[in-house]
């Protein structure tokens, strides 16, 4: 149901040397390219995202604030913080057949040894090659790999 609050959980990892707030807008966009969040749907509430994550109310509200600067979300007094924007293409969403021919390729990269890490480096590179680099602002949140 659109409108109502979107089963969401924020993942932190703190020893992973990026900001709480940046990873929350990362997972945000993330969610927003495999078409998991859409317009109309509910952000969990900076209270909810504090109790989960134990995060410090300010970290959670920046992250939001971002989001709105960015055109992908707008917060409503009372009634919480919804999306409005999207990112990404149909080709994207999370069922399509794209996701299981990289599963089938992350799967022979385990099984070949390569770590998370080292996969994730590699696809990096392989994306840099063939997509021209975005042109940051100074307050621009980077991308998740």
């Known amino acids: 149901m659109r409108g109502a609050a979107v089963a969401f959980a924020f993942r932190i990892d703190r020893g992973g040397g990026i900001p709480a707030y940046v990873q929350i807008v990362q997972q945000?966009?993330?969610a927003l390219r495999l078409g998991l969040l859409v317009p109309g749907d509910r952000l969990p509430t900076a209270?909810?995202?504090?109790?989960?994550?134990?995060?410090?109310p300010n970290t959670v509200l920046k992250a939001y604030r971002e989001l709105e600067s960015q055109g992908l979300v707008e917060t409503r007094r009372r009634?919480?913080?919804f999306v409005t924007g999207t990112l990404g293409a149909p080709a994207a969403a999370a069922d399509s057949p794209w996701r299981?021919?990289?599963a089938e390729v992350a799967t022979r990269a385990r099984e070949a040894?390569?770590?998370?890490d080292d996969l994730a480096a590699?696809?990096?590179d392989v994306l840099e090659d063939l997509y021209p680099p975005?042109?940051?602002?100074?307050?621009?949140v980077p991308h998740q790999p």
Not at 113 to 116: A, F, N, S
């Open 134 to 140: 975005r042109k940051q602002t100074p307050d621009a």
């Open 100 to 102: 299981d021919e990289l």
């Open 122 to 124: 590699l696809f990096t």
């Open 79 to 81: 009634h919480g913080t």
């Open 28 to 30: 945000v966009q993330q």
């Open 113 to 116: 040894g390569l770590e998370r």
């Open 47 to 56: 209270r909810a995202v504090v109790e989960a994550t134990a995060l410090n």
